[in-house]
Structure formats: C-alpha cells, structure tokens
C-alpha cells in the first residue's frame, strides 16, 4: 500500500474520529454549556487522558512501534510473534496495578491537576467521584494502543483509525439518552458522560482483538508468575522499556506542559477549562487529520527503512511528509487566525451556550491556531528520530521547549488570562517544530529534495489569498447574531468552505502545482 493510499485510509477514519466528537461536544456544549460542572468532568477525563498519553500511546507507542517494525525486518514473523505475546503480558499487568491506584489516589490526583475546583465544592467533588469512574479507561486504551502498534507495523491502518469512532458514539449515546434518565431521578445528568467513556473504552479494544485474530497475532496473555517474570526479561520487552524511558520523559514534559495549564485555568473564570477543550476538540480536526495521519503512517516505514539502511528512502518519505504538511497545515492555520468565531458560533453556538462562551472558546483557538503548523509538522519530524531509535533528542528539545512554554505562561496569562494560555502552547510548538527541523538537517538525516522554493512560494500565494476572503466573510456577516437561523448560519459556513477549497486548490493549480504528480511522489 502506497503512503499516500495510507494516509488517505487513515485520514478518512481520523476524519470521521473528529466528525463524531464535535458532535460530541457540541451535544456536551448545548446541554451543559461550559461551568464548574464541564470543568469537573473535562478534568476528570482528562486524568486517564494524561496517563494514556504518558503510559500508552505516548512512551510505549514510540518505543514499541519501532523495536516491533525492526524485528520483523531483521529476525521475521515467529520471533516477532513471541515478543509481541511478552510485551502484551508485561503491560497488561502493568495498567491493571496501575488502574487500581489511580482509582485509589482519585482525590489527590485531582487537586494536583485542577485544585482552583476547590471554588466549587459541588465541582470538585463531582470531578473526585467521575476520576475514579473513569480511570480503568486507561487499562482499555493501552492495550488499544498495543494492538494498534501491531496492525500499524503489519499495515493494516484502517481499524486503529477507525476505533475512536466508537468512543465518540458511545459518549454521545450516555448523553442523548443516559443523561435525561438521570435528571429524573434526581441525579446530576453530566454524570452518564463517564458511563459513555467506560464502554467507548471497551468496545475500542474489543473492535481490535478479531482483526488480530484474523492475521494470528492476537497476543496470548501470561498469567502464571513464571510467564510475567518471562515476559519482564524478554529481550524486545527491555528494548521497549530501555526506550520508553527517554521516550517517558518526552512525553512527560508535554503531559507535564498540560498539567500547568489545567491547573492555571482551573484558578481563572468558571468555564476557563472548558472553553480551552472545546477548542482544542476544534484544534484536533487539522492536527490529527494531518499530522496524525502522516505520523502514524510514516513511523513503521522509516523504521524499516532504518534498519535496513535505505537513507534515500527515508529522507523522500520525510520530505513528502513534511511538502504535505505545508500544503494542507498553512491554510488550516490561516483559518484559525481569522475564521475562529465563525466555526465556534456553527458548531457550539446552542442551548446552554452562551454569546460569552463564544466569544472566550474564539480566543482559545485563536492562539492554537498560532501554532498549528508547529504541532502538524512535530507528527512527522518526531518519528524521523524515533525511527532511529533516538528517543533522547526529541526528549532533550521539549524540556526546553517547556520551560520556554512556561516562561510565554509568565507573560501572557496576566493579559489574557486563558487564551495565553493557548498561545503559548502554539508558541512552543513553533519552536519545538523548528528545533527538531534543523536537527534532523544539522545531521544530514533528512537533505531537502529541489522545488522547495517555488513550491513554497505556491502555498504562500494561495495562502493569501484564501485568508482574504475568510476574513472578509468572518467581519461582513453576523455570525453569532444568526443564532436564531441556525440553518442559515450553516449554510453560509457550507458555502464559505467550498469556496474556499476551490479558491486555494484553483490557485495552486494555476501556478503550475499539479497535485496528481506531487502527491504520487
């Protein structure tokens, strides 16, 4: 299968991830609207969020993805096989121990992550009761993780793109008809949310175990203490460990970065937290429908192209990757920078949200939107190092990019109070972007290939232009007025976004950019 058809296969169900939760939270939006009861649960989904990023889908994804892409490679399926069997063993005692103490330790892990809830003891208490409802999601999703680092490597994209789907509608289910079963009995009605997370969370990992079963490599669990102690000290499973721990400390820093921003917004406005997710659920749209998409795709490939020594093929995957983020990240930023209001008043402009809510959820992704560039472009220039095997670099640059992060915090949140928040998150991820750019050119691991100049220059025009008439649209026209039009709000924004593709893509076309032959490069 071609990158391209690759990509596509997991944009397209990345896509319909990001279709569904929007949906989501703009059902989440209407019926609880952004208090201290959206923030208590956006901070107790959060928590197991936090730890699956640390724990799975962060440190064991960049370490197991590559060691398991390697040893194919180099030693062949029934070795592979045997690895896969121990590594699974070992991780899934590893979330079940560590979902018992999260459950255990629910009070203090929300206070060291939102202790400004304290304002709202209703909230807090709500957060504390639906961290511990909500924590064993992150046994789920590791071994989720685990299975789609597996079918990833074997280039079987579509299902892990595909099952976050069924989070989505099953979160959407809780609160379409969980939620008024609730209020009747008197029970507070955001409470049938963790419910809906729960089972999404079940049914992701219960999607993958037949597709495993069909290509024979459904993981067989060890549960005698012979086999754990098997599984502890088999040689790819101390490869990955030996890994994860740079890798742990990489994604710590980003999950540490989180951390500090939560928490500051927890002691800003009621709604602060909410209004930073509902933008960042906006901000997922481009980041993993590109960046994602390109790093879950490429990450296997360079990995094989690493260990077998092919460096041309591996510098052309990095410069198609890197082509395409430019081509598709630039105009969604430009978007971002003067179209916000106009895409929050469609999406969430309903019920139990208000015109204030609008108008600080704008501000939020204003400032992501200062970065989206930066956070598309690390998807794919962070697996160029980990496809080494070098997880330490990475780990160095976003330390620093922390602190730097923090030091943007210092200044900003004074003057913006949660939307500084988001622009230093952005700010950072154009430099940690940069950094890991220069890096990977300052060791000759990635060399340019020619037309980067005029192509560059096409984007740009296009760019340009696009932004014109967004913000022309986004000033000329009175998008949270039309809230009682909900349809023609709509419309306009179907309209606007036509136009807009046909505008940019028009435009590349006559400056001589044929996508046909760039994106079969």
């Known amino acids: ?58 440190a064991f994804s960049q370490a197991f993805v590559p060691v398991l892409a390697a040893s194919r490679a180099q030693h062949g399926d029934e070795v592979t096989k045997d690895a896969i069997d121990n590594v699974a063993t070992a991780l899934a005692w590893s979330v079940l121990a560590l979902s018992v103490l999260g459950v255990l330790a629910a009070p203090w892990l929300v206070w060291a992550l939102a202790s400004g809830l304290q304002q709202d003891a209703r909230g807090y208490h709500s957060a504390v009761q639906m961290t511990r409802w909500m924590f064993p999601y992150i046994a789920f999703m590791s ?31 809780a609160a379409w008809w969980l939620s008024p079963w609730l209020a009747k009995q008197g029970v507070e009605a955001i409470y049938a949310l963790p419910v809906g997370v729960m089972l999404g969370g079940f049914l992701q990992l219960a999607v993958q175990i037949p597709a495993l079963a069909r290509m024979g490599l459904l993981p067989r669990l060890g549960f005698r203490p012979s086999a754990v102690k098997k599984a502890w000290t088999n040689p790819a499973t101390r490869n990955i460990l030996r890994l994860m721990a740079p890798a742990l ?44 998409a390109l790093g879950v795709v490429l990450m296997p490939q360079l990995a094989a192209a690493k260990a077998t020594g092919d460096s041309d093929r591996y510098a052309a995957m990095l410069d198609w990757g890197l082509r395409l983020v430019l081509l ?37 992704l204003t400032g992501y939107g200062v970065g989206l560039l930066g956070l598309v472009a690390i998807k794919v220039l962070a697996p160029g190092y980990y496809a080494s095997q070098d997880i330490r670099t990475p780990v160095k640059i976003a330390v620093v990019v922390l602190v730097i992060t923090q030091l943007f915090n210092v200044l900003l949140v004074p003057y913006l ?103 079969k490069r």
Request: hydrophobic letters at 60%; glycine letters at 8%.
């Open 1 to 58: 299968m071609s990158l391209l058809r690759s990509a596509s296969v997991v944009s397209l169900f990345t896509l319909a991830s990001r279709v569904t939760g929007l949906v989501r939270e703009l059902l989440i939006a209407s019926a609880f609207g952004a208090s201290a009861l959206t923030d208590a649960f956006n901070v107790a989904f959060r928590i197991p969020n936090l730890f699956r990023r640390l724990f799975a889908e962060g």
């Open 328 to 364: 598709l990240a630039l105009p969604c930023a430009a978007a971002l920078l003067v179209f916000s209001q106009p895409l929050v008043s469609v999406l969430y402009h309903y019920g139990a949200f208000t015109d204030r809510d609008v108008q600080q959820t704008t501000l939020s």
């Open 143 to 173: 071994m989720v993780a685990l299975s789609a680092g597996i079918l990833n490597t074997w280039k079987r994209f579509a299902v892990p793109a595909a099952t976050p789907v069924l989070l989505n509608v099953s979160v959407i289910a």
């Open 249 to 292: 400390l990489g994604v710590g820093v980003a999950q540490i970065s989180l951390l500090i921003n939560t928490q500051i917004a927890s002691h800003l406005a009621p709604g602060s937290v909410s209004w930073l997710t509902y933008a960042d659920r906006l901000m997922e749209f481009p980041t993993a429908i590109l960046g994602v």
């Open 417 to 519: 109070a949660h939307a500084g928040l988001a622009l230093s998150i952005g700010l950072g991820a154009l430099v940690n972007a940069l950094w890991l750019l220069f890096g990977l050119l300052r060791r000759g691991s990635y060399k340019p290939q020619p037309g980067w100049a005029r192509f560059a220059l096409q984007v740009v025009g296009a760019t340009t232009l696009l932004t014109v008439l967004l913000w022309a649209a986004a000033h000329h026209l009175d998008w949270v007025g039309m809230r009682a039009a909900p349809w023609r709000r709509i419309g306009w924004m179907v309209l606007l976004l036509a136009m807009s593709a046909m505008l940019y893509f028009g435009v590349l076309w006559a400056s001589g950019l044929r996508l046909k032959s760039f994106l």
